[in-house]
């Protein structure tokens, strides 16, 4: 049995082809993500008056200078050229001593990480200082022509620009974050991706760069993996050595711990019924309770 199409059913088949190539073909080049995070200044100057006041109480920010002298140095240039010392004066704006012996760095570890900061209540990460709070998980850029304002549609990704305007800010508080750094400090890293040490990273191309020797007394290493695993790297295999024998040649001392408890338990508190979770919580189940 031969069936024909309707001339309109054929129509309307080659107009959703024709929809399919334009989608398929004219947005594969396009390499923008997400727009400029709505309501920026609400959040930016929110979150430093929320800071000043329940954070770094009795401080003497000026959360309103900040905003305009960040307004500024991305409006005065173009969204893909807005370089680390156009931030200048607002990072002159927001000066901040630093705790010896606190600071905590790290990389590929960001939820564990501040999961560790909160409950140890020993650290400070970068997005504990003043910028880190204001700006962490925002997302801003110009128009294409500078002195446009800020694009709320589409912002570039950072492999596309020389000088992207959330990477240039993130670079500047990085070095100075890293430059405050005096007494013991801690980095914590990955161990279940390769290249857990990445001189491409912030703290491998900006941080570790910036640390001074004479200020430091040890930079303490530790190594996580996902509690499943896969176990790639460790104090004594693959780029961790590559970071041991940088901190060596510059002169640091430094430990190294791939089995910290603290931070085994909090992955087991994220995931309780991961196997090697399950001894700890059958022991604490069946524990002997004290006789009253």
């Known amino acids: 049995m031969t069936f024909q199409k309707s001339s309109s059913t054929s129509s309307i088949f080659h107009m959703l082809i024709l929809w399919f190539v334009i989608v398929l073909f004219c ?68 000066p901040q001593t630093l705790t010896c012996g606190k600071l905590l760095f790290w990389s590929k570890t960001r939820e564990l990480i501040h999961s560790y900061a909160a409950v140890t209540r020993r650290f400070w990460t970068l997005e504990d200082t003043l910028v880190g709070y204001m700006f962490n998980d925002l997302i801003w850029c110009g128009q294409e022509e500078k ?33 405050a750094a005096c007494g013991n400090i801690t980095v914590l890293l990955n161990g279940s991706i390769e290249n857990a040490f990445n001189r491409k990273s912030m703290f491998g191309g900006v941080e570790l760069d910036s640390l001074n020797p004479r200020m430091v007394d040890h930079v303490n290493i530790k190594v996580v993996a996902n509690l499943e695993g896969p176990f790639i790297e460790s104090c004594t295999q693959g780029s ?30 994220q995931n309780p019924q991961q196997f090697s979770c399950l001894p700890c919580a059958n022991s604490l189940l069946h524990r002997q309770r004290p006789h009253l």
């Open 27 to 94: 947005t594969d080049g396009l390499t923008a993500g997400m727009g400029t995070t709505p309501n920026l200044k609400h959040i930016v100057i929110g979150r430093c008056y929320s800071y000043i006041t329940l954070v770094w109480p009795n401080s003497s920010y000026d959360c309103e200078e900040i905003w305009r002298e960040f307004e500024e140095a991305v409006m005065r240039k173009s969204r893909c050229n807005v370089k680390v010392k156009d931030y200048k004066r607002m990072f002159h704006a927001t």
């Open 147 to 179: 002195d446009r304002g800020f694009d709320f549609n589409s912002c570039p990704d950072w492999s596309t620009c020389v000088h992207h305007p959330v990477y240039s800010l993130w670079r500047q508080a990085s070095q100075n974050f890293a430059a």
């Open 240 to 269: 961790i050595v590559d970071l041991i024998n940088v901190l060596q040649t510059r002169g640091f001392r430094w430990t190294c711990t791939d089995s910290d408890l603290t931070l085994m338990i909090l992955q087991c508190i």
